[in-house]
């Protein structure tokens, strides 16, 4: 039988554990490697004329905010050619699209779609945005340490602000205390009385998603950064204040011909 010291024993030691990863977390984010070369935002050279394409480092925009996530698709992958599968924001299967980006040069790639049943099509496509990592609003390397802090709700959430500290998620004026705990760069796992209840994951730009989990989904689970969770209760969308990148995003589509 375990006793109400022993909790809070328990829980001390998890906060702790928690804070030492979080703080070596966010510390190696400045070491970790460049952020793929396709981040950033590219004129999409078609037959009907060129388009904007904004990606970070793990997620397609459209119309201004995040919208599909890309997964790397393993033993496809080096440094000039990356193959993902696709899955579209607040669905829980892939999409029936693949995508290849393939680096032709220093501000050049094709950009090509895969759909099942239909021949690739493939466009030539040229960098608008800086490539450096450091330099790029899109990319999600360098900024861990700003998950935490206050949010604000998109046409994509259901509230209007969303505050996240180590201990206290705050919605809406409701708070609820909380373990935090890194995942892998870019993503916070929420724990709420021993059970995992959402990610907080860098979207890149001046955004994020609040992945909120089904029932069933332990400790273990949430906290493998080799494991994928594709099916979430719901995924709600969330804009940085403080952030600058839809502006700069904005200023380079501007630059398309």
């Not at 994020?208 to 332990?218: S, Y």
């Amino acid at each position: 039988m375990t006793t109400p010291a022993f909790h809070r024993t328990w829980k001390t030691r998890l906060r702790t554990a928690c804070a030492a990863l979080l703080v070596a977390a966010l510390g190696a984010t400045a070491a970790q490697a460049e952020s793929p070369f396709h981040t950033g935002v590219w004129q999409v050279n078609e037959p009907t004329g060129p388009r904007g394409l904004v990606v970070s480092d793990w997620l397609i925009f459209e119309d201004g905010l995040p919208k599909r996530w890309l997964y790397r698709r393993a033993g496809t992958n080096d440094q000039n050619q990356f193959d993902f599968l696709v899955r579209n924001m607040g669905e829980s299967t892939y999409a029936p699209v693949q995508v290849r980006v393939y680096r032709t040069g220093d501000h050049e790639m094709k950009f090509t779609t895969f759909e099942k049943g239909k021949e690739p099509v493939e466009h030539p496509s040229a960098r608008l945005s800086i490539p450096n990592y450091k330099n790029s609003c899109l990319s999600v390397e360098n900024k861990g340490e700003r998950l935490f802090g206050t949010w604000t709700g998109t046409t994509a959430s259901s509230f209007k602000r969303l505050r996240l500290s180590k201990t206290k998620l705050t919605i809406d004026g409701q708070s609820r205390s909380v373990d935090v705990t890194p995942v892998r760069v870019g993503r916070l796992g929420i724990v709420e009385n021993g059970q995992p209840i959402a990610f907080l994951t860098d979207a890149g730009g001046d955004y994020a998603v609040v992945q909120w989990f089904k029932p069933g989904v332990d400790i273990a689970t949430m906290g493998d950064p080799k494991k994928e969770i594709l099916d979430f209760a719901r995924e709600e969308i969330v804009r940085w204040p403080g952030g600058t990148c839809d502006r700069q995003i904005a200023s380079r589509l501007k630059a398309m011909k």
